[in-house]
């Protein structure tokens, strides 16, 4: 049966516990006190009885029943889910039917005390008992997320039930919310609900929040209901406090919470109206100590988060209480100091905007944005980098005031330098936003705005002197005189003082008129003549004492007040008669004329204050210019495309200067990531390929003008890349048939255009033709007729233009093995060789800077497009050389009668005209390097055309004939394993290599041959400097002195003594570039007969001339990163050139380095012999050079085992280095190391390597810096204390060294001064040198005793090394004329080592 509802009031009372078992043992005879946990099988039971009892007495049947729930929550891991859910379900309807009931009975007038203990008591065991179910539930449900596979089954399960607890909750805390907006206050004796009760409620929602889910849109109702919740706490029952420290707790452990309690304080400020919870957050976040704030990452994460999105969502209230903050910029943590800063950021874009703000808010805004700027140069670069990046939205926004753009671009231009890459790239996207953004222009040429500036400043001036011209005569009479007075009372006092002087010299007036003695005082001030002005007032008040101002009384003491008086009442009684005398009836007209100027001269300093701004930013971004072009070409793949954008933008804006960038990007096209060739292809995309014009026509004729304006004075590697990018475009149809048709029409001339743009018109059309050759090849006939017409003699360059758009059309046919592949090829006959033949040849007589370039150009078209090139070539070799001939006969030389030959040529140079030879000399060269290309490609490739045609044509007749194969069965299974193992192609292939190797060796310059009639006459120019000295003669002989080289090793071989000899002692740069570039191409063909001379390819890169240092270093780069030379410990050459002074060299030496460090350890490898090297006293660099190296070349150690490696190498270098300085470089070396645990060991074990040498300073401090630079990267005590313990053995071996040299040194030690005296000599003297020296022979063949010194070096080699001979150049005056005349090296000075490139040095064989 079932109990009536208790009326009583019980006899104990119900706490709340700090934890479920202090409910198991009481506190006190008064509190209540669970009696027993039931076991779990009575569970079932005892529940339905409770729910039965509830239908009865309602939300009071908990008070017999507790126990019940009490015990389910205890055995909550083992009882099954029904039962739980069960119980959920049943509490969930006693709460909501307790707060059902408690709405009545607080609307009761009277609440008996038995009654109100009763609900009392029975709310707080409800709430406890749900909240502690909804703890359980959201504990098991984050245990389950965790799981994985466990939990989706549970999941299920529960979900096919019909209950889901992520869905449930939303209704349990919309119903503790009901519950809490009663006014509960009424149930307790004092009115005042206990603390713990709210905190019971308010646990369960913070639980919730801590589910890292909840933040998922599908949770957003559960969200909202806890935020709701909350808030009423908040708002009715005092709950501010509380919450503000689990808020902040909860911020430090958690990091997905920031956003759902920002979304919370939004909620309660707008429909609760709790602004005061914002201060109180961040007052609190704000007293956090720095230094926890430092060393706890994951609460700044928390709070960081907090404070951005608050202040994008409450800026105003943040606004109010940011002052609580402002410390944290100061401490350590740089998360605190980017979310305090991106705050300020949100304020200003949202609050402090406008021009409307008061004078206090402009005030904040100014110090909010000082503040900004400051930390632009912060110590984290997160921080520099965040900055750069809110001004940047600031300047999009336009929320950034016109005085303060100067100084921010300033700030942006000056990061462009900074080590970080994130920082350069965001100082980059600030400039592009400035540009952007800008309030000035949208052209922002400084030029144009330089002669703007000018003229308005002029029309400045003549407003502000007129300005004073009209102003004057209405200046106040009262003014004027005050402005006199001082100087008219001094020149009263001086004259009063020498009064006696003045009477005698003063005689009578001679005039009786008091009124022209007014007149002439008048006008005596007005020229401030105040001397004549106080005597003529003098006399006057001598003579006329009766008449005024002259008369009143007057005592002998302030006789100079009385004159002053005088001369104010004349001046201002003047002034003012004057100024009535001279008004007139249009008073007001002139008013207005005095009134209007003042506004026009406002309007003008203001327009003149815009330009200048105007023209100072300008100038800041054309400053930025040349340090963002040099960022296209860092490391960073994001640096560079930002970069190209930057310039893309300042394009558009019309800066002049823009144009070097865009060509600077141009060699990017080539770059291997992906994202880099894309962004110079859109950048030149949206600068040209989108022209404005109304017509298509008008479009064409503007991309035509803007791509020809690249072309004007553009390098050859410039055209080359530009044509990569029209070509792309070509193939992608991104270029109109209209263009096309322009371009054409300005090169045949029906459009009437200057010399130029015809010449970057057939340049065009060439680059187009590498993407669609047609274009080209279907006007073939055009180009003949007008580009290689009559008057091809006055335009070379325009005719070797058109030689290279033709050219693409044979450059689209790749040789290759499949059989319909044929190579285009246009018969003799055709006009095109028929006119470059009579071009060449007409021409060859004649003065022109650009007749060899074309023929180069020409002589390469022959073989590439005619059938039978040799045959043309030769026709125009021998009539060239006829014309020599003829030449020389014509000049009166005594030519015996003969076949036509080179070789009478080279009998008779002396008198021969030296254009004539170096046209025969350089046409020669390039017809026989030509023929070399043609056999190794266009012959080589028909060779195996044809092999593979007729193996073809075999395999089809073997197949035919039956008897064959059944006849030859083991030839047959032969052949098949040869054809398997690919040993047949492959042996076809070496005989037809053999065949063009044979005609090449043999055959090309044999004597019947007709090239080889032009050996005798290089070699003898060559062999003969000082007779041949003119510059081009000698440029052309070398340049074909190579080009012979490339083609017969034999030959290459006999004439490598004389190449080198040139290359290191020729006067003419030209020459020594020349044979660089040669030697670079000899080195790939034959690298075993450049091999010994590699030392001799190192010395160009200390060459004097610029442009030969330039060529060496690109042609180094190139050998060394293909691997065609060895890489040796002369490679210190490439890295003296980093302090090279010219800027280009440094970014060559730069890049191969960057290359370099991409294969495998290569720089790692390297390094020792490199600091062995350039810290040698003899040949190396001075000290602080030699720091700017390393610190280039450490930077690409990276790897932690390398540094160990290099760690242990550097200390061990100490035993072997002879001099300071080397003590010096080494110490220095490993200060740039990052040096780690491991590393430090090292160098401990490694101890008594260097321990002697501690006692110099520079060394000493060298090891303290890099114990300083540990200790800030590690944090781990046993570093710390392992650090420490090397600083002890640091300080007592440079204490006791300093002591040492202050006692007198033992006997031994003064025999071992003794015995190294030189070794100071040399510092001093290596000291002394401010520039780089050459290395002599010696120093080229073995290292210094400062490399580790290889094993069985003997001594005789020693000794021949010793004796070669330093390399003297022929402009020396030493050289004799029989050195001149004969230039080659001697038997000792020729390498003697003929090691093959792929085969092991003997130095690796003995070992």
Known sequence: MADAPPTAAPSWEFSLPLSPADLLRGAGPSQYVVQEVLPPKQLPGQLAAFRTVFRTQGALAILQHFDTVYSILHHFRTVDAALKEDALELMMKVVASHSSALTAIMNSADLASSLRALHHNALKMNCYLLARLVEAFETECGKSNLVGLDSKKKGKKSQAKGFLWEDERQHVVQLLTQLLQLDLHRLWNNFAVEEEFISLVTGCCYRILENPTIGHQRHRPTRDAVIHLLGVVLLRYGHMLSATLKVVQMLQHFEHVAPVFVEAVSVWIKEYGMKSIVGELLREIGQTCPQELSRDTSGVKGYAAFLVELAGQAPAIVLANISVLLHHLDGESYGMRNAILTAMAEVLLQVLNGEQLEEASKNTRDQFLDTLQAHTCDVSSFVRSRVLQLFTRIVQQKALPLTQFQSVACLAVGRLQDKSVNVVKNAIQLLAAFLSNNPFSCKLSCTDLTELLKKEKQKLQEMKSKGRTKTAAVIPPEEEWEAMQPELQATLKSCLCSRKQEEEEVGELETENPERLFESIIQLLRKSNYKGAIHLTQQGMRQFQAVEPFSGPRTKGDEEDFILSVLRTLYIGSQAEGGVQESTDGEEEQAQEVEQPPEELIKQEMLVQYLQDAYNFSAKITEALSLVSRLMYESSVSVMQEAIEFFVIVSQFGVPQAVLGIRRMLPLVWSKEPGIRDAVLDAYRTLYLNPSGDSERARAQHLVKSLSLLLVDA?????????????????????????????????????????????????????????????????????????????????????????????????????????????????????????????????????????????????????????????????????????????????????????????????????????????????????????????????????????????????????????????????????????????????????????????????????????????????????????????????????????????????????????????????????????????????????????????????????????????????????????????????????????????????????????????????????????????????????????????????????????????????????????????????????????????????????????????????YNCFLTVLSRLRRMTTKPEMKALAEEFEQKLRTCHNRGLDSLTEDPPRESIDHKVRNTPAPRTTKKAAASSRRRPLHAANREADSSFTTPEPRVSKPRRKTSRLKVSVVFSSDEENTPEEELSAELTDAETPSKTTPILRASSRRARR
């Open 715 to 1259: 390098s050859l590697g410039t055209t080359q890349c530009l044509g990569e990018i029209i070509s792309e475009f070509v193939q992608k149809d991104e270029i109109k048939p209209a263009v096309v048709q322009l371009l054409w029409e300005q090169f045949t001339e029906k459009l009437q255009c200057s010399a130029l743009e015809r010449h970057a018109a057939i340049m065009l059309l060439g680059m187009m033709a590498r993407g669609k050759p047609e274009i080209v090849g279907s006007n073939l006939d055009v180009l003949v007729a007008v580009g290689l017409d009559e008057r091809v003699h006055e335009d070379y360059r325009l005719a070797r233009e058109v030689c290279n758009a033709i050219s693409k059309i044979a450059s689209s046919q790749k040789p290759g093995l499949e059989k319909r592949s044929h190579s285009f090829r246009l018969p003799q006959s055709h006009q095109l060789f028929e006119r470059l033949r009579e071009v060449i040849i007409v021409g060859f007589a004649r003065s022109s800077a650009y007749w060899i370039p074309f023929t180069e150009t020409a002589i390469a078209l022959i073989y590439q497009l005619a059938e039978g090139p040799d045959e043309i070539c030769a026709q125009i070799l021998q009539c060239c050389s006829q014309q020599a001939l003829e030449k020389l006969e014509s000049e009166g030389t005594e030519a015996e009668p003969g076949p036509s030959s080179p070789n009478k040529v080279a009998d008779d140079l002396s008198t021969i005209d030296t254009m004539v030879l170096t046209h025969l000399i350089s046409l020669a060269g390039d017809v026989a390097l030509q023929q070399l290309v043609h056999l190794e490609l266009s012959v080589s490739s028909e060779l195996r055309k044809r092999r593979v045609l007729g193996e073809e044509r075999e395999a089809k007749e073997k197949a035919a004939s039956k008897t064959k194969v059944q006849n030859g069965k083991s030839t047959g299974n032969d052949t098949t394993m040869e054809e398997d193992l690919g040993l047949v192609g492959a042996s076809a292939d070496d005989t037809e290599a053999e065949l063009i190797r044979t005609i090449t060796e043999a055959e090309l310059l044999d004597g019947k041959q007709l090239l080889s009639t032009f050996i005798p006459l290089v070699l003898k120019i060559c062999n003969n400097p000082g007779l041949y000295s003119d510059p081009a003669l000698s440029a052309a002989a070398t340049l074909a002195l190579g080009k012979f080289c490339m083609i017969s090793s034999e030959f290459c071989d006999s004439q490598l003594r004389l190449f080198f000899t040139m290359m290191e002692k020729s006067a003419l740069p030209s020459v020594r570039a020349n044979l660089m570039i040669a030697a670079g191409d000899l080195a790939i063909r034959f690298p075993n007969l450049v091999e010994p001379w590699t030392p001799h390819l190192y010395a160009r890169l200390r060459d004097p001339c610029r442009s030969v240092r330039q060529t060496a270093a690109l042609v180094m780069t190139h050998l060394i990163l293909k691997d065609m030379v060895k890489v040796k410990g002369q490679v210190s050459e490439m890295a003296a050139l980093l302090i090279d002074p010219e800027e280009d060299i440094v970014g060559l030496a730069r890049n191969f380095f960057a290359e370099l460090s991409g294969k495998d350890n290569a720089v790692y490898n390297l390094l020792p012999d490199i600091i062995s090297r350039l810290s040698d006293p003899d040949s190396g660099i001075e000290e602080q050079p030699f720091r700017i190296v390393m610190r280039q070349l450490f930077s690409y150690i990276t790897k932690e085992k390398q540094t160990e490696s290099l760690v242990e190498k550097l200390c061990q270098r100490f035993r072997t280095a002879r001099t300071e300085r080397q003590h010096h470089d080494l110490a220095y070396c490993l200060t740039l190391l990052p040096l780690t645990e491991r590393g430090l060991r090292k160098m401990q074990d490694n101890f008594d390597c260097f321990a002697d040498k501690l006692q110099d300073a520079a060394v």
